[in-house]
DNA sequence: CAATTCTACGCAAGCGCTTGCGTAGCGCTG
DNA sequence: CAGCGCTACGCAAGCGCTTGCGTAGAATTG
C-alpha cells in the first residue's frame, strides 16, 4: 500500500489559478488552451491539458455554467409515479435520453414532481439549472406548451398537443396506429372490436380514437361507444376488462389494446376461459418495444404496430441539446413517425356465432 | 385569450439586481431576506416574498452554487446497462432516491457510464457538479470507495465492501439472507440444493455465500461446488439453469435463488416439466420487493427472505443529503438491515427418491 | 531598416449570488 | 441629553470561470 506514485495531493483543490500559477502562464491563457481556442498554438496547448491531466483539474462546472450561461445539463420532468409503476413505457424513454446524454457528455437531471409540475418547471427554467426540458405525455391542450414557450427555454416534447406555438416534438402517428390496427381488425371481418385505449385527456389517446373512427368510416361503420374504453395501461386492468367483457352476453370477438400490457392481461382472461387467441379471439396492439415484453414472444405471437420509445428517447435528447446548441437560431423540430404494422398470429377470421 | 393579468413581462430575466431597485432596497437584504436570515425583519421579508413572486423570481442556483461551495444536487452513477435491463433492482432503488431527493428539494444528477467509471467518478467529484455521490453494487475490493475518499466528497454506497476506510453504506446482511434460505431447505431434508448466486466479485454475492456455507457448516456438513452457481439475475438464466439441472442425472431436490427473477426463471422450468413446486422440487429466494413482481403472487407462494430495495434507495438519498448538509462533522453512517424471512408454500420436504 | 502584420499571451470586467463587516438612526438609560 | 446598544440595512469582496480588448515582441515586407 505504500504508493508513492499517486498523482495528485489529496483534495487539494485545483483551479485555473493553480494551473496559471504552475506554469507560468494567465489564466485566460489556460482557459482558452483548455477549450482548444485558435489563438493558441498547439504546443503551450499540449503543455496545458497534460499538466492539467496531471493535477486532476477539471472546470468548476458552476462558475464556468455563470459565465457562459451554459449548464451542459438538460432536465426531464415527469410525474414521480411514471417511476413508480411497474408497467410503464418510461424507464425505455429514459434509458434512450440517458444513452444519448451521455454521449454527449451533457449531464441529466431527473425532476420528478408529485402535484405541482407548473411550479417545478418554471423553477428550472427560471433557476437556469438545465439548458432545456424534455416533457412527456401531452395532454390534448398541454399548458406546460405556452408556459415553457414564455419561459424562453428550449424544450422538446415527447408527443405533441393541439396548441397553435411553435415548439418542438417527436410522436408517431398515432392516428395510423389504431387506423392499421382497426382496419385489420374490421377487414378479418370482426364487427364487435373492444377498443382498450388510454384516457382521452393525453393527446395520443385521442389521437388513436379519432384514428380507429376513420378506420370504421372507411368501411361505411360508426364506432359503437359501449365497445370504447379509457383504462389504465396494466396487464391487470386488460385483465379485468377482457373478463368482464368475455362473460357478457354479447362478447367482443377482437380486442384492439393500446399497450402490450393490456394484451398481456387479455391473453390471460381469453387463456382462462379455455379459448384461444388467434382463433376463438383476435387480439392487436401498440408495441413501444419495451425491454423485457415483446410480442413475438407471446403465444400466440402477437399482431402489433411497433415504434421504439427508446429510440425516441434518444431522439429527443438529441434534438433538445442541437436546439441548445444552437442558441434559438433554430426551427422547432417536428418530427412524426411512421410505425410498422407487423402481422403475426393473433388475428383470424370472425367465426360465425352459434 | 386576451389576458392582461400575466405577472411577469416575458422573459426579462429577473435576477437580485431587478428585486433590489424595483424595492429600493441593497441585494444583500433581498439575499438575506429571502434565506429568512434572522436580521431581516418579518415586515420586509414579506415585502420581499411578495414581490420575488409577482416577478417570478428564483435564484440562479450557478451563481448560488459559486458562493456558497453548494449546488443541492446528488449524483447517481451507475453502468448505463443497468438501466437497459428489463430484470435488474435498479429502477427500484432510483424510485426510492428520487422521491426522497425530491422531498428534500435536491435534484438528482443521473450519470450512466460505459466503461470508464473512475473517470466519470473523478470528474464529477472535482467538477463541483454535485454535492454528494452514491453508488451502487460495490465489489469485494472496490477501488471507487479509496478514490471517492480521497476526492473528499461525500459519498454512500448500496451495499459495502471490504475496505478498510470510514466511508457510509447501507446493505442488507446477505450472509443471514442465504443462510436462512438454505438452513430452510436443509432443514426439510434436502441433499441436493442448487445454489443460483450472483458473480462473486459482488460483496454481496460473496456474503451470501458464505452464509450458506454457515448454513451447511451448522448442520455438519460441506458445500457442493458441482451446486453452486454464478449467474446473471434473470428470468431466462433461472429457466435455462433448472432445465439442465432437472434433467441432469442427479437433480437438485431444492433452488436457492438470489432473485425473484431467476426463481421465475426456475418455476417456469419446474413447471414445464410437470413438476410441482413446493411438492417435487422446494424453491426459495431473496426478494427485493421490486414493482411488479412479488413472490407472493407467485403459484404456488414464494418462500423468501425479504427486504424493500426501494426503502434502501430513499435511505441512501436520506443519509447522503444529511451526510451533505452536515459539511463533513459527521461519523459515518454504516446500517446492516435484518431480512425477514417470509414462509409461504414453495417449500415441502425432501420425497424419498425412488 | 522602418513600417506593418502576426503570434501569443495578459488585463480586467463581468456572470449572479453570498456574507463579513460596517454604519446610520432609533429608542433607552441614568 | 450624552452615551449606549439595537435594529435594519448597505458595501464590497469574493466564488472560478469566460472573453473582449489590448499589447509586447517576433516575423514579414518593400
Known amino acids: 500500500m505504500i504508493d508513492q506514485s499517486k498523482p495528485l495531493r489529496k483534495s487539494q483543490r485545483v483551479d485555473l489559478k493553480t494551473l496559471a500559477e504552475e506554469l507560468g502562464l494567465s489564466q485566460s491563457t489556460i482557459s482558452r488552451a483548455l477549450r482548444a481556442h485558435h489563438s493558441i498554438p498547439e504546443s503551450t496547448r499540449r503543455r496545458v ?169 372507411a368501411r361505411g361503420r360508426v364506432p359503437d361507444p359501449d365497445m370504447m374504453f379509457e383504462t389504465p395501461m396494466t396487464e391487470q386492468a386488460g385483465y379485468d376488462l377482457a373478463t368482464a367483457l368475455l362473460s357478457s352476453e354479447n362478447p367482443p370477438t377482437a380486442f384492439l389494446c393500446g399497450s402490450v400490457f393490456l394484451a398481456q392481461g387479455v391473453y390471460r382472461a381469453v387463456t382462462e376461459r379455455g379459448l384461444r387467441v388467434g382463433q376463438d379471439v383476435s387480439v392487436v396492439c401498440h408495441d413501444d418495444g419495451l425491454r423485457g415484453i415483446r410480442p413475438a414472444d407471446f403465444d400466440p405471437p402477437l399482431t402489433s404496430t411497433f415504434r421504439s420509445v427508446r429510440e425516441a428517447g434518444e431522439h429527443l435528447a438529441d434534438i433538445l441539446i442541437n436546439l441548445v446548441e444552437a442558441n434559438g437560431n433554430k426551427e422547432p423540430i417536428r418530427e412524426i413517425a411512421e410505425v410498422d404494422l407487423i402481422l403475426r398470429d393473433s388475428v383470424g377470421l370472425q367465426k360465425p356465432r352459434h
Open 49 to 217: 491539458t497534460t499538466a492539467a491531466e496531471k493535477l486532476g483539474y477539471s472546470p468548476n462546472v458552476r462558475a464556468r455554467g455563470l459565465a457562459t450561461g451554459r449548464t451542459e445539463a438538460i432536465g426531464l420532468v415527469f410525474p414521480l409515479e411514471r417511476l413508480q409503476l411497474a408497467q410503464t413505457n418510461f424507464v425505455d424513454v429514459l434509458t434512450g435520453i440517458s444513452d444519448v446524454v451521455t454521449r454527449r457528455n451533457y449531464s441529466l437531471l431527473l425532476t420528478p414532481f408529485s402535484d405541482n409540475e407548473q411550479d417545478v418547471l418554471r423553477k428550472l427554467a427560471t433557476s437556469r439549472t438545465v439548458d432545456g426540458i424534455i416533457i412527456t405525455r401531452p395532454l390534448v391542450d398541454d399548458p406546460r406548451i405556452p408556459l415553457l414557450h414564455d419561459l424562453g427555454i428550449p424544450f422538446v416534447v415527447h408527443g405533441r398537443s393541439d396548441v397553435d406555438l411553435p415548439y418542438s416534438f417527436i410522436d408517431i402517428d398515432n392516428a395510423a396506429v389504431f387506423e392499421k390496427l382497426g382496419g385489420l381488425l374490421l377487414d378479418y371481418g370482426h364487427e364487435r372490436i373492444a377498443v382498450l385505449n388510454s384516457f382521452l385527456r393525453f393527446r395520443y389517446a385521442n389521437a388513436r380514437r379519432e384514428g380507429y373512427r376513420r378506420a370504421l368510416e
